[in-house]
């Protein structure tokens, strides 16, 4: 079983709709969660972290954590064609962050 | 805050050569940086991660010897890809992060073209 799981995708949504990215992790003793976005060619970008259960907002992100299903997911609101890219989902243990494979997320005007 | 710099952004040389690139944290004291590699429409793989003043500690298939990596500041981890070969040619991307809890913040990365 991977550390961090996540559906590959491709994910396509129209523009305006919900986007939600999931993503589980393995690690209960986990503590600290995050989502960094990636556009193709470039380097990832830090855009979200959550440390506590429940819903983190910032603009048209939230992150939400279920720490008891080991779950973590993305939403992303009123999703934009330039929303599209590969979100990593990043599970920070003891001492190492690991990185899902990332959703490939295209939305389509 | 929490940039990192890395350059060069672009490199193309003949097989054999040896390529350096650079990492710099340029707000913050980066105890640990981090080098991975990606190969286009996949992953991200780890390579290695470093501490200050520490040897790397390499993931498990890349060899030591050909990616030589120095952390010897708080601020500035480089990563030598030695004889490089085509087969080498791929994405690399150093992060750093400032203590354990913290994220990892990347930097642009590096497009190595061997040819």
């Known amino acids: 079983q991977k550390e961090v799981e996540q559906n590959s995708g491709p994910l396509s949504v129209p523009e305006g709709a919900i986007a939600s990215l999931n993503c589980t992790y393995s690690?209960?003793?986990?503590?600290?969660f995050f989502w960094y976005r990636q556009y193709s060619g470039k380097s990832p970008e830090l855009i979200m972290s959550i440390y506590s259960n429940g819903d983190k907002e910032d603009g048209r992100f939230t992150a939400q954590l279920n720490k008891a299903s080991q779950y973590v997911s993305l939403l992303i609101r009123d999703s934009q064609p330039s929303d599209s890219a590969t979100y990593l989902c990043?599970?920070?243990?003891?001492?190492?962050?690991?990185f899902g494979a990332g959703t490939r997320l295209t939305v389509k005007p | 805050g929490a940039v990192v710099s890395q350059h060069p952004s672009w490199v193309i040389c003949k097989s054999g050569t040896s390529v350096k690139i650079e990492c710099r944290s340029l707000?913050?004291?980066?105890?640990?940086m981090f080098w991975y590699r990606q190969f286009p429409k996949q992953s991200l793989m780890l390579m290695a991660t470093?501490?200050?003043?520490?040897?790397?500690?390499?993931e498990q298939g890349v060899e030591k010897d050909k990616f030589l990596i120095n952390h010897a500041s708080l601020t500035l981890s480089t990563l030598t890809v030695t004889s490089a070969h085509p087969e080498d040619s791929s994405f690399y991307i150093c992060s750093a992060r400032e203590t354990p809890g913290q994220p990892q913040h990347f930097g642009d990365g590096t497009r190595l073209s061997i040819l």
């Open positions: 470093s501490n200050e003043g520490s040897k790397a500690t390499y």
């Open positions: 690690d209960r003793g986990s503590q600290s």
């Open positions: 990043a599970v920070l243990g003891f001492n190492d962050m690991r």
């Open positions: 707000d913050f004291q980066a105890t640990t």
